[in-house]
């Protein structure tokens, strides 16, 4: 069974930093994309970042400069290191195992970012 267990949310200022991090159970983490998506109540899910099996990344163009995404496969953890944080960047944010298409295999619980003005 394949379980995402995402941490690493909550209240900061604009301009602050967070660093998200997604711990993937189960063998299939190296050989697979893993990502950061999140949505807003009431609109479509965005994809954030995603970095491939071999280390290749993908950023969506309202977060490229600010956010960083990594990957660790010796502890099947996924990061998300935010920087210059924006009241936009609010969201409930998750971690999946899938494509950049969001074509997606498994995603996890979501967690909670706010940014305040």
């Known amino acids: 069974q394949v379980r995402l267990v995402e941490s690493g949310g909550g209240l900061v200022q604009a301009g602050g930093s967070l660093r998200l991090s997604c711990a993937v159970s189960?063998?299939?983490?190296?050989?697979?994309?893993v990502g950061w998506y999140r949505q807003v109540p009431g609109k479509q899910r965005e994809l954030v970042a995603h970095i491939t099996s071999t280390g290749r990344t993908t950023y969506s163009e309202s977060v490229k400069v600010r956010f960083t995404i990594s990957r660790d496969n010796a502890k099947n953890t996924v990061y998300l290191q935010m920087n210059s944080l924006k009241p936009e960047d609010i969201a409930v944010y998750y971690c999946y195992v899938g494509d950049s298409q969001l074509r997606l295999k498994y995603w996890g619980q979501g967690t909670q970012v706010t940014v305040s003005s």
């Open positions: 189960g063998t299939i983490f190296s050989i697979n994309g």
